[in-house]
C-alpha cells in the first residue's frame, strides 16, 4: 500500500487525496469525540467549517433533534451546547440526535478532504476498526493530520504512526520520510504514550484549561470498535457486514 502523510489541514491539496482512502486524524480532541458520539448513538455528526455555518444548518433543524458542538482554542463556543470533550457526548445526553460541530482544526480538516474515495474519522480509540477497514480495501492511503493552529501536532503523528505500523505487520508500503519518521515514533513510545506526549501544546493546553481527563481518555486504544465515514456531508457510522 502507498501511504502519503499530511502533517496538519494545510498541507491538503486535491493531487495529494486524488484516488485514495483518507484517514482524518485529530486525537486532541474532535475525531475522539466524533467517535464518541457515534459510539453513544448520536444518529450524524455534521462538521462545519465555520461557526455561523453551525448555527445556519441548527436553526433549520428541530430544536430537540439537533445539538450544537464545537470549540474555538479549546474552550467552547458562546451560546453551543457542548464544547469537544469526548466525555460531555454521553448516550444520555446525544442519542438519536444529530450533532452539528465545529472546531478549531478538525473539522477543517475534515471539510478540506473533499475528493478523495472513502473518507474515514480515526482516533486512538477506534484505531483497529480503521487499519482493518484500510486492509479489506486494499487502496491507496492518505492520512491527514489535523494539527494544531495549522502546525504538526505530535498527538495526531502518533496515532497516524501506528495506522501505518499496523498496516506494515501485514503487507509492505511504501511512504515518505515522516511517514517511516512516525512509525519509528509510534513504535518507540507505544507502551507509553503518555511520555511522548508530555510536551506536547495542544496536551498542555488542555490539562492548563481543565481538560486534562479528556487527554487521558482520548489516548485509549481500541475501546470501540467503530468505523465513522463522512458521506454527503455527515458522518455515520459504516454498518456492519
Ligand atoms: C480541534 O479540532 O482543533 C481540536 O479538537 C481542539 C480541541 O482540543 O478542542
Redesign the pocket.
Known amino acids: 500500500m502507498n501511504i502519503d502523510i499530511m502533517s496538519s489541514f494545510k498541507e491538503v491539496s486535491c493531487d495529494r487525496i486524488r484516488k485514495r482512502n483518507i484517514v482524518v486524524i485529530?486525537v486532541?480532541?474532535?475525531?475522539?469525540?466524533i467517535v464518541t458520539a457515534l459510539f453513544n448513538k448520536a444518529s450524524c455528526v455534521i462538521p462545519v467549517e465555520h461557526i455561523e455555518d453551525a448555527w445556519e444548518i441548527y436553526n433549520k433543524e428541530l430544536e430537540n433533534e439537533t445539538i450544537l458542538g464545537?470549540?474555538r482554542?479549546?474552550i467552547i463556543i458562546e451560546g453551543f451546547h457542548f464544547?469537544?470533550?469526548p466525555l460531555s457526548y454521553t448516550e444520555e445526553k446525544i442519542k438519536g440526535k444529530k450533532i452539528v460541530l465545529t472546531?478549531?482544526?478538525?473539522?477543517?480538516?475534515i471539510k478540506a478532504c473533499n475528493n478523495g474515495k472513502a473518507l474515514y474519522i480515526a482516533s486512538f480509540l477506534n484505531v483497529s476498526a480503521i487499519v482493518n477497514q484500510l486492509i479489506e480495501e486494499g487502496e491507496d492511503l492518505a492520512i491527514v493530520c489535523?494539527g494544531?493552529?495549522g502546525e504538526y501536532s505530535m498527538d495526531d503523528s502518533l496515532c497516524a504512526g501506528m495506522i501505518i505500523s499496523l498496516i506494515n505487520e501485514s503487507q509492505n508500503i511504501v511512504t515518505t520520510d515522516l511517514g517511516w519518521t512516525i512509525k519509528k515514533l509510534y513504535e518507540a513510545y507505544k507502551e507509553n504514550l503518555h511520555a511522548a506526549l508530555k510536551n506536547c501544546s495542544?496536551y498542555k493546553?488542555?490539562k492548563e484549561n481543565d481538560?486534562g481527563d479528556?487527554a487521558d481518555y482520548c489516548l485509549q486504544i481500541d475501546i470501540y470498535d467503530i468505523i465513522p465515514v463522512y458521506e454527503d456531508g455527515c458522518i455515520s457510522l459504516v454498518k456492519e457486514k
Open positions: 485529530d486532541l480532541r474532535a475525531t475522539s469525540t464545537g470549540e482554542d479549546a464544547g469537544n470533550s472546531t478549531t482544526n478538525g473539522t477543517r480538516a489535523s494544531t493552529k495542544h493546553r488542555l481538560a479528556d
